[in-house]
């Protein structure tokens, strides 16, 4: 008898959404920066600077919960038999819209989940990162429609399954060996901000725990922001987007319970107030996240799934998270990088150019 998996019901994923929306604040208020109790794009773009793919000081550490995503979901695919390594669609074309993820992400600062709880901490900027992220999606709803498809992915080996997990055990045993070290900006082959978001930082085993609760809980709820939007614009199916709901609602309570809420849009952490680029940053974010088939966060546990093409996408995302900072291309509280409007630009018509070359119809 098949058992059922209850996190997958609409209670279930409310439950889920509602604990992420307590565990992300938590993650602040013991160290991790404000407003960023969890963001992906940012936390990969940390991740990006700690193994020295770029050189801002600022925003430099390797974040255990990235890691912990990718090895909860694979310790519940392993779990629950949902463990099947597959790949092989379009992956080139999967590298670069993740590039373009992160770099779009970087001019608005942040991902979907980091929208969703700046704005349950009071930053009003997230209204126009959050209406992006709904303009981008609902773009590829339309190439959706018209039959986008990057064509299917094929059964592969567990080893090459187990590939960006195991990336992700290197990194944790690295962090292990070259841990921290007070007022020193590189540890073994390691770096670390010393001031800045990348100081901002909550105990190691506290993140990584929590890391791996919840990329346990996403992989068995298929929690996805993106597929909230997309499943709500093209099939009315409201389901994923309770769990988005629930999050917002809970992480505004805690936030408002542990002194963290902030109403406004001057001054919010690490942020701007260029309302346009925030809305537009986001909405190539989210049609890249759309023609790729996730958000960050769901590419992470899909990874852990054993999906490579997921892989593939998360590894852009990091090369993207250089590049955007080595060619000032993300942005800062002061505002757009020098370069980043340009980026954000070609951005949009790459994913345009991808959109239109992939439509198969019957």
């Known amino acids: 008898m098949t058992r059922k998996n209850i996190f997958a019901t609409l209670g279930g994923i409310i439950v889920v959404g509602a604990i992420i929306g307590v565990l992300a604040p938590l993650l602040q208020k013991l160290g991790n920066p404000a407003n960023m109790g969890i963001c992906v794009a940012c936390f990969e773009r940390d991740i990006a600077g700690a ?10 550490y390797l974040r255990p919960e990235i890691l912990g995503f990718v090895l909860g979901a694979l310790v519940a695919a392993l779990i629950f ?34 929208a969703i709880l700046r704005l349950a901490g009071g930053d009003g900027n997230a209204i126009l990162g959050l209406a992006g992220l709904a303009a981008g999606v609902a773009i590829g709803t339309l190439f959706f429609r018209k039959g986008y498809n990057l064509g299917r992915s094929y059964k592969q080996s567990a080893a090459t399954g187990l590939m960006l997990p195991l990336i992700m055990v290197g990194l944790l045993v690295l962090r292990f060996i070259f841990p921290p070290v007070e007022g020193v900006d590189k540890s073994g082959v390691l770096f670390y901000s010393l001031q800045g978001p990348g100081a901002g930082y909550a105990p190691l085993w506290i993140s990584l725990a929590i890391g ?44 408002v319970a542990l002194g963290q809420f902030n109403p406004g849009f001057e001054g919010q952490p690490v942020a701007h107030t260029l309302h346009f680029w925030n809305f537009a940053g986001m909405l190539v974010a989210g049609l890249a996240f759309a023609l790729a ?20 996408f998360v590894l852009g995302m990091i090369t993207g998270a250089a590049l955007a900072h080595n060619w000032s291309l993300a942005s800062s509280p002061a505002g757009l990088g020098p ?5 954000a630009i070609i951005g949009l018509l790459v994913c345009l150019g991808i959109g239109f070359a992939n439509l198969k119809k019957a």
Not at 51 to 60: D, K, S
Not at 88 to 113: D, H, N, Y
Not at 230 to 248: C, V
Not at 293 to 302: D, I, V
């Open 339 to 343: 370069h980043g409007a340009v980026a």
């Open 81 to 114: 038999k949902e463990f099947k390594p597959s790949g092989g669609s379009a992956p080139m074309t999967r590298f670069v819209l993740g590039m373009i993820a992160m770099i779009s992400a970087l001019v608005f600062l942040g991902c979907p989940w980091r």
């Open 212 to 255: 791996l609760g919840i990329g346990f809980l996403a992989q068995r709820s298929r929690f996805c922001t993106m597929g909230a939007i997309r499943d709500l614009i093209l099939f009315k199916q409201f389901h994923l987007m309770a769990g988005l709901l629930a999050l917002l609602a809970v992480a505004f309570a805690a936030n």
């Open 51 to 60: 193994i020295g793919l770029h050189r801002a000081a600022v925003v430099q």
């Open 293 to 312: 088939g996730g958000c960050p966060g769901r590419q992470l546990f899909m990874s852990g799934e054993g999906n490579s093409d997921a892989g593939v």
